[in-house]
């Protein structure tokens, strides 16, 4: 009588097994369904799913609510049912399109387009943040210091190259209006394009604040 006892225990633990896999399964495939409909190219790294208790099939969950406006990295969501709210989270990632760098870029170095490759891979929000995508952000940039090949880039590791030397001789164009007078002058600082430094004029050795409009050349604004 015992044995027939533990047979029927193990048998009804294993039918109650079965039929909550069925439901976890089935529950999956909805959860994909309903990603389907708000992003594109993701894939489920990872589930924490609840177990649906009294829940006899898939047909009586209702609707899926992911909770978050950025369905990326690990995403809560609810899952409703005629009887009761069920709450469970997934870990979601998304084909990013990521820079890397074909060979060693030393610090300052000039490169182009062919020293680096765009890939697509599989990534969650937290691992692609401030990450350059396309080598169009870092265009006309020198890198800050020395870059690994095919790590990924970010874009603290790059700045806008200093196109003026500090004591190098320069264009002073100083505007009032459509007025535009040419002298020459000297950098008292070195600069970035689009930048302010102070500069001495030649003739008079007044100091100003230009902005630096191209290599050796800057501009004052009467009036500023």
């Given at each position: 009588?015992?044995?027939?006892?533990?047979?029927?225990?193990?048998?009804?633990?294993?039918?109650?097994?079965?039929?909550?896999?069925?439901?976890?399964?089935?529950?999956?495939?909805?959860?994909?369904?309903?990603?389907?409909?708000?992003?594109?190219?993701?894939?489920?790294?990872?589930?924490?799913?609840?177990?649906?208790?009294?829940?006899?099939?898939?047909?009586?969950?209702?609707?899926?609510?992911?909770?978050?406006?950025?369905?990326?990295?690990?995403?809560?969501?609810?899952?409703?049912?005629?009887?009761?709210?069920?709450?469970?989270?997934?870990?979601?990632?998304?084909?990013?399109?990521?820079?890397?760098?074909?060979?060693?870029?030393?610090?300052?170095?000039?490169?182009?387009?062919?020293?680096?490759?765009?890939?697509?891979?599989?990534?969650?929000?937290?691992?692609?943040?401030n990450a350059?995508?396309?080598?169009?952000?870092?265009?006309?940039?020198?890198?800050?210091?020395?870059?690994?090949?095919?790590?990924?880039?970010?874009?603290?590791?790059?700045?806008?190259?200093?196109?003026?030397?500090?004591?190098?001789?320069?264009?002073?164009?100083?505007?009032?209006?459509?007025?535009?007078?040419?002298?020459?002058?000297?950098?008292?600082?070195?600069?970035?394009?689009?930048?302010?430094?102070?500069?001495?004029?030649?003739?008079?050795?007044?100091?100003?604040?230009?902005k630096i409009?191209?290599?050796k050349k800057?501009?004052?604004?009467?009036?500023?």
């Open positions: 009588m015992k044995i027939i006892t533990i047979l029927f225990t193990l048998l009804s633990f294993n039918l109650l097994a079965i039929h909550f896999n069925s439901l976890n399964i089935g529950l999956k495939l909805k959860i994909k369904s309903e990603l389907k409909q708000k992003i594109k190219n993701f894939k489920i790294e990872r589930y924490r799913l609840p177990a649906l208790k009294g829940i006899k099939n898939i047909k009586e969950i209702k609707k899926i609510e992911f909770l978050g406006n950025k369905l990326l990295g690990s995403t809560a969501l609810v899952i409703k049912t005629d009887k009761k709210k069920f709450y469970g989270s997934v870990v979601i990632s998304r084909k990013i399109k990521h820079l890397y760098a074909r060979r060693e870029i030393k610090k300052n170095e000039i490169f182009s387009k062919d020293d680096f490759e765009e890939v697509e891979v599989f990534q969650t929000i937290k691992s692609y943040h350059i995508k396309s080598f169009k952000e870092i265009k006309g940039k020198v890198a800050k210091s020395r870059i690994k090949p095919y790590k990924k880039l970010y874009s603290h590791q790059f700045e806008a190259p200093y196109i003026i030397k500090k004591g190098e001789d320069v264009i002073i164009k100083a505007r009032h209006g459509k007025l535009t007078l040419s002298t020459r002058g000297i950098a008292r600082e070195r600069g970035k394009l689009g930048k302010y430094i102070m500069v001495k004029t030649m003739f008079n050795n007044k100091i100003l604040r230009a409009v191209a290599s800057v501009e004052v604004f009467i009036g500023e």
